[in-house]
């Protein structure tokens, strides 16, 4: 069993598993290899950009606007170019029509 | 929840998948020190009732024909704390838990390294098509 150091205080991901087990958990490999995927809650990104390695594109979403920037910036430092992130609600994610293979409430619901 | 829910169910494509992945209030988190079980952490009332009324809205949007459940399921991972010290300042930031179960902060050495293991419940349900 892999241990999730816990280092970075003040970056509320530290407390959630630090690898991909939720996405193993989930098998949901097959299930995102290519897909539109739509992220409900993404925080500061720490599971967005494990789902960009295969998804097609992502849409991430969260009303935090302190942890969009921040997700947005490494986002930019990394390179991603199939992830977009926004400042919504659940409620009102704001894609209008586009449509997604998968929407993952990631701690959100 | 369940206009979130709503919204979700609104931006996939029928046949598409839905995903809830959260803490699982089922479980609660068990503190270990030097592997041997020391007691465990409790959850606020209030992040029970919001795990209980997510529950209730993913059963309603199921009842309404919205939701097909593929799978559920839960998994532990593991949080590790230099000391008691660490732990504790989780606790005060956490606004999920709100401290350890009775009996468990006096069995912890203070000053050794601990592991939380902690579960997460999560559902995968198919778009219907509507």
Not at chain 1, 71 to 79: I, K, L, P, S, T
Not at chain 1, 92 to 97: C, D
Not at chain 2, 48 to 70: K, T
Request: hydrophobic share 40%; proline share 5%.
């Amino acid at each position: 069993m892999a241990d999730t150091p816990v280092g970075r205080i003040g970056c509320a991901s530290v407390y959630r598993p630090a690898d991909d087990r939720e996405l193993r958990a989930l098998r949901a490999g097959r299930r995102l290899s290519g897909a539109a995927v739509l992220e409900i809650g993404c925080g500061d990104g720490r599971l967005t950009f494990l789902l960009a390695r295969t998804a097609a594109r992502v849409v991430a979403i969260d009303p935090d606007a302190a942890a969009i920037r921040l997700a947005r910036r490494r986002a930019g430092e990394d390179e991603l170019t199939n992830v977009r992130f926004r400042i919504a609600p659940a409620q009102r994610p704001g894609v209008g029509r586009e449509r997604f293979d998968t929407a993952i409430f990631s701690w959100s619901l | 929840m369940v206009d979130a829910l709503h919204a979700a169910h609104r931006a996939v494509r029928p046949g598409g998948t839905v995903i809830d992945l959260r803490p699982d209030s089922q479980h609660q988190p068990k503190v270990f020190q030097r592997r041997v079980f020391r007691g465990g952490l409790q959850e606020t009332a209030l992040a029970e009732g919001d795990s209980a009324a997510s529950d209730r809205a993913i059963a309603q949007l199921i009842a309404q024909g919205l939701l097909r459940p593929v799978r559920t399921g839960h998994f532990w991972y593991s949080l590790r704390f230099p000391d008691r010290t660490g732990l504790d300042r989780w606790l005060e930031t956490s606004r999920r838990l709100r401290g350890y179960a009775p009996g468990t902060r006096g069995r912890i050495d203070p000053r050794a390294g601990l592991v939380v293991r902690r579960s997460l419940t999560y559902g995968i349900y198919e778009r219907v098509p509507s």
